[in-house]
Nanobody, 125 residues
Framework: VDLLEFGGGSVQGGGSPSLTCAAS????????MGWLRQFPEKGRGGVAA???????SYTVSVKSRFTVSRDNAKNTLYLQMNNLKPEDTSMYFC????????????????????WGQGTQVTVSS
């Protein structure tokens, strides 16, 4: 499956940008979709994951600020980010796993087999 992210850029702290990921090459209904991000010194980490039936998992630091959603008919994944903080600055990736349900590994980057190119989000204070 091919994944292409849109959105991101430079925003002021407190801003609310959104990211979009378009999937092609496979019906995304059969995939667990996730947003992950990469920090230069910490490596990659999970942000949010959503199953095909809409079950969701967030990493603690973004819970209540970020909202993940998907449109299976359009093979599209979304991430609405609110109240951004400088520590949210990162390269954000859309990724897919060949499973339909959330599990305890849903935010583990190494379990995702397909990744987009990423989109940079930079938050200024």
């Amino acid at each position: 499956v091919d994944l292409l992210e849109f959105g991101g850029g430079s925003v002021q702290g407190g801003g609310s940008p959104s990211l979009t990921c378009a999937a092609s090459g496979l019906d995304s209904r059969y995939l667990l979709m996730g947003w992950l991000r990469q920090f230069p010194e910490k490596g990659r980490g999970g942000v949010a994951a959503i199953s095909r039936d809409g079950s969701i998992s967030y990493t603690v630091s973004v819970k209540s600020r970020f909202t993940v959603s998907r449109d299976n008919a359009k093979n599209t994944l979304y991430l609405q980010m609110n109240n951004l903080k400088p520590e949210d600055t990162s390269m954000y990736f859309c990724a897919a796993r060949w499973t339909t349900s959330l599990d305890f590994r849903s935010l583990i980057p190494s379990d995702y087999y397909s990744w987009g190119q990423g989109t940079q989000v930079t938050v200024s204070s």
